[in-house]
């Protein structure tokens, strides 16, 4: 789907489409999500979440009511499985990474998956959040060999924050 050369991801549902891009130089992999700031159809949290995520999401539930956690959760699960895929070519299944967000706009994931190519099993990645009402925005990127990260976040409604070496919106 990209050049040589480059890494990117895209999301998109009714109304809404974004897509971030790095250079393979800067980001080994990238993976980001949108979904409406809405509750998750009954049963879905239960699907997707661990039992650690299950508490965390009733405590962030319970402390910040206006926003829709579990749905965040979901996800952020989706664009670290996007940022995964593209290096393993192998389902990331939702058990098998434990996503912890923090209300400040960040998270952090831990594999429970190991795979030739990935960081092992246990290692953690960040990514950033953001929720414009009516969406919530996650992004995950893959550490390049430099040591600099690429992510997505939140600008303007309808464009996305790229960050390598600088920071842009882009539409």
Known sequence: MWPPGVV???THHDGYRAAAVARRTDARS???DAEPHLPLPEGVLELVALPAELRRTAEL???HPLVRWDRLLF???EA???AWFPLTHRWLGHEEADIAVDPAGGFTARLL???PGVPPRGSRGAGRWTGVRPHLRPGAAGRAAAGRRAGAGGCASGETRMRSSRTRCVR
Request: charged share 15%; hydrophobic share 35%; aromatic share 6%.
């Open 61 to 63: 539930s319970a402390r």
């Open 75 to 77: 996800s952020t699960k």
């Open 80 to 82: 670290v499985y996007k």
């Open 8 to 10: 990117g991801s895209v």
């Open 113 to 115: 998956a190991s795979h």
């Open 30 to 32: 990238l993976g980001i």
